[in-house]
């Protein structure tokens, strides 16, 4: 068994192993991402998938003087573990470890902060741009994914690079997967090219045709790699990229490291925008997942010798119940119609896409077009739910506002991830969308503090004629007991006080009511109310709390600037009643388990408490 990984010096000693060695190193990284992953969890299937594509990419490049921009950047593992970061692996995703992203501070070999998708292409064209303007000469590649390549602002850089005739390298790793199956045109076109007859033909023969040969020299092989070239331009007609300006250079196989740096060398060497097409698979090597790589995609720690998740939570996730009660609601309304950005699984619509095959729609990565289609569906008399993470449905925001709010359409977006989401960090917090979707004229916006509450409000949701939000965090769905909130601007008092209310957005009921337990007990009788509306907002109820009691404590997952806290504070401010407003600081929250970082920012119950503790004295 080589020893690669430990013994030598990375990225630096890739550029003189021969590509026998550089195959070895391959089963070792294989092995340690499998290890590794099993305990800490993380995104595997996508890095076991880029092994050898990275190995090339570094070896063939001179980073980090030369830049490399990996799309969404979850597959950026065997890059770190190639860049000095093997030994952080222990602690990847967890508090005060390395992050699953690249990231700027961590390594110069990060060259941005990425995790949401089809970024690359423009980041690379503007630091192309910026490389010509300076008169400097390093390479730039950007690494895509073909989930990746389904999102909009992939298509326009690619588009305005295509006309720029600038240096770029976009290499195009094609494993015909997003999280799920790859939806669209170009995908299914995808397809086409690397299950041609002759793509599969060409490859076994130019394959038998190198092992034929005893002592392979670099010359060699780029004239067998020019004369297949050469075929592949002939038998791909038109393809998409070539019309936008590009080089087309593949399908190559992304498994096979020699023939991945002959072509990146090749590409090197053209002027322009080159397109490299790489196929992978998704999982390659371990094979649980390879079988289900939508399941490895992004995973829990599990037992390698199974593929069994090990510890994790149970019962039923606020995804779950949401995907369930719109099964229910789908069963006695036909217009009602599920929709997600590639995240099928994650937001909890599996079922109902076998349920309502024909109401069901994966539009891709594509969270603005989700909501601008989602209004024209609204318009001629459907009932489009929107499942969509917190984070990533900013990407949608002016769709939102134009789309669907400005016609006053019934679209219900349903906010998955909203509020810290733990070990994926800054990039995947859901903290900006009440700040943000409360400022919306026409928008009601619903926050429930349990599931019961969750499938209360998607009832509610049908009553309402006009663009909907209820947004809910990530992890087991609570059941905090009381009543439920039944009509949308409606607050919902949860206990009686008379030292202190806490008005408490969503989830963070459970929380406020757990600290209200703690105060009774020490004689501060704190009462607490549901926000449950955020918008349109309980004025009423708000100016009773404040003839009450002489101290009101918002709570909310979410940033304080602009949300409704400092709402609250604000219809407060001519009352006798001082208002503290709880959530996240004004600034990028780090990665973390959900509950450090409630601890770290005084948001659990006993922050909660303390703080009234010492305010209510
Ligand atoms: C804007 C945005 N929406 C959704 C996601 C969630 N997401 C992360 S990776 C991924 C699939 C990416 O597929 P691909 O680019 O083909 O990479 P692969 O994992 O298959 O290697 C998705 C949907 C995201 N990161 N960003």
């Known amino acids: 068994m080589s020893n690669y990984l430990s013994e030598h010096k990375f990225p630096e000693e890739l550029r003189t192993m021969d590509y026998d060695q550089l195959e070895l190193l391959s089963y070792e990284l294989r092995d340690f991402l499998v290890e590794s992953v099993s305990k800490t969890g993380g995104h595997l299937a996508s890095n076991l998938g880029i092994v050898e594509l990275t190995i090339a990419l570094h070896r063939c490049f ?68 910026a490389r010509d303007l300076n008169g400097d000469d390093y390479k730039v590649v950007s690494v895509i994914g073909d989930g990746a390549m389904t999102g909009g602002l992939a298509y326009e850089a690619l588009n305005n690079a295509g006309s720029m005739n600038t240096n770029l390298i976009v290499v195009l790793n094609d494993n015909g997967m997003s999280i799920s199956q790859n939806t669209g045109g170009l995908s299914r076109s995808l397809g086409r090219i690397t299950s041609t007859d002759k793509y599969v033909h060409m490859k076994t023969t130019v ?70 097409h790489a196929v992978t698979q998704k999982g390659k090597g371990y094979s649980k997942a390879e079988k289900q790589p939508n399941v490895f995609h992004g995973i829990g720690a599990f037992d390698v010798q199974t593929g069994e998740p090990v510890g994790g ?8 119940v949401f995907g369930d009660k719109l099964i229910d609601m789908a069963y006695y309304d036909e217009s009602v119609i599920g929709i997600s950005a590639a995240m099928t699984d994650g937001v909890g619509l599996e079922e109902f896409s076998k349920t309502y095959p024909d109401r069901f729609f994966d539009v891709g990565i594509a969270e603005a077009h989700s909501a601008t289609f989602a209004a024209g569906l609204a318009k001629a008399g459907m009932r489009p739910y929107v499942a969509v993470y917190s984070s990533f449905l900013q990407r949608a925001y ?43 004229p026409n928008m009601t916006v619903l926050a429930p503090k349990d599931g019961p509450e969750l499938e209360a409000m998607m009832d509610m949701s049908l009553s309402i004629d006009g663009p909907c939000a209820i947004r809910y965090p990530r992890g087991t769905a609570a059941d905090l007991g009381g009543p439920v909130a039944e009509t949308p601007g409606k607050a919902v008092r949860l206990k009686d006080g008379t030292d202190v209310d806490i008005w408490a957005a ?14 009774e007990e020490e004689g501060v009788s704190a009462g607490v109310v549901n926000i449950a509306s955020i918008a349109p907002f309980d004025e009423e109820a708000l100016k ?32 006798a009643a001082k208002v503290i407003n709880l959530g996240w600081p004004d600034k990028f929250i780090e990665h973390g388990s959900q509950d450090e970082l409630f601890r770290k920012y005084g948001l659990d119950k006993d922050s909660i408490a303390e703080l009234i503790r010492n305010k209510a004295k």
């Open 62 to 129: 001179d980073t980090p003087r030369d830049k490399i921009i990996w799309d969404v950047g979850h597959q950026s593992y065997v890059h770190k573990i190639l860049t000095g970061r093997m030994n952080d692996f222990e602690n990847l995703r967890k508090y005060g470890g390395i992050s699953g992203f690249p990231k700027a501070c961590e390594s110069e070999y990060d060259v941005f902060d990425t995790g949401h998708s089809s970024t690359s292409i423009s980041l690379g064209l503007g630091l192309a741009a």
């Open 207 to 276: 394959k038998k045709g190198l092992s034929k040969v005893p002592v392979i020299g670099d010359s060699v092989i780029s004239g067998i790699h020019n004369a297949k070239e050469d075929i592949k331009y002939a038998v791909i007609d038109g393809i998409l990229f070539e019309e936008l300006g590009f080089k087309y250079i593949g399908p190559v196989d992304g498994h096979d490291i020699r023939e991945l740096c002959q072509t990146l060398k090749r590409a090197k060497g053209l002027m322009g925008p080159v397109l490299v």
């Open 313 to 320: 939570s149970s019962g039923a996730s606020y995804s779950y």
């Open 398 to 440: 002016d769709q939102i506002l134009e789309d669907v709010c400005l016609q006053n359409l019934p679209v219900t977006f349903c906010i998955d991830r909203a509020g810290v989401v733990g070990a994926d960090g800054e990039t995947h917090h859901g903290l900006f969308d009440m700040a943000y979707l409360r400022s919306m």
């Open 506 to 519: 969503g989830t963070m009921a459970g929380p406020a009511l757990e600290a209200a337990v703690v105060l």
């Open 544 to 575: 009773d709390s404040t003839e009450k009691v002489p101290l009101i404590v918002t709570v909310e997952d979410g940033i304080v600037t602009g949300g409704i806290g400092e709402h609250i504070k604000a219809l407060a401010a001519d009352g």
